[in-house]
């Protein structure tokens, strides 16, 4: 979706408090809005679009906490890169990649 703004503009906003029981999304990433349209769609009592902004291609949804997490992964050991690159060689994923 061409909106006239920059990478750098499109961002994503996360905000909540200790106080409230929701969590308040902005976003412009595309899997994201996805992501959480349709999760609102299946579970309308745990989430909600609250606005979209079809210009700039924002949406923002309302979440309850527990419902939405965070991920935090270590990042991988020189020994654990080299062999799932080798792993991925042997498989043929690079080919398929350059095929596509």
């Known amino acids: 979706m061409r909106t006239g703004l ?3 503009e499109k961002t994503t906003e996360i905000y909540f408090d200790e106080k409230e029981p929701t969590i308040y999304i902005r976003t412009h990433n595309t899997d994201l809005r996805n992501r959480l349209t349709a ?14 902004d079809p210009d700039t291609g924002c949406m923002e949804f ?9 991920r935090l992964t270590a990042p991988y050991s020189e020994e654990r890169r080299k062999a ?7 498989s043929g994923v690079h080919r398929q990649r350059q095929q596509e």
């Open 39 to 52: 999760y609102a769609s299946a579970h309308p009592g745990e989430c909600r679009q609250t606005d979209a």
């Open 62 to 70: 309302e979440i309850r906490k527990g419902r939405f997490s965070f």
């Open 84 to 90: 799932a690159s080798e792993a991925a060689k042997k």
């Open 6 to 8: 920059t990478k750098q």
